[in-house]
């Protein structure tokens, strides 16, 4: 499975600088979404002409009238479909406004043309395979987010401080050389490992 993301793009900014999150394409949904509008537009379209035209309209939607004119408004098979209306009306809004792809941190841009991203669980992996190199680490947690790196350390054998000093240092100099956009806070936690006995 690739770790990095590349995306050719065209209208990048001339710009070599950072890029801001990947936007998902969401292609398909708004394609259905378009699809299943343009015909029910269509059919409504083509119903309310032919009454225009003195035809009768036709059965579903004098159905559908009969239905909404009896049904009182707190009915349950009226509250359950508007409920459904609003429920795909809000993922349909977050689809729209929301970027996606957050498993995809953004990384700096050397050529505008290129874009690049690194996935969040490669970019912990490189920070906890630095992490474990040191002298006195035990074990590491990284759990990477788009602001912050939080890193639980365990040490077996020397100072706290001077563990936490090294990780400090060498985690920092990790965070930087993954070339990402806009790097991470890091939250470093060291302890001692508990002793058996």
Known sequence: MSQVALDKSTDAPADAGGSGRFWAPRRVPAGIVAVLVLAGAGLLLYDIVAVRAHRPAMRWRRALARQLAERPLDDTWVLAGAALAVALGLWLLALALTPGHRSLLPMRRPHPDVRAGLKRDAAA???????????????????????????RAVSHFRELDDVRADLDTTLTEAIHGLGLTHAPRLALRVTRAARKG
């Open 125 to 151: 992996q490189v920070l906890r395979d630095r992490a474990m190199e040191l002298s006195g680490v035990r074990s590491v947690r990284v759990r990477m987010r788009r602001r912050k790196a939080a890193v």
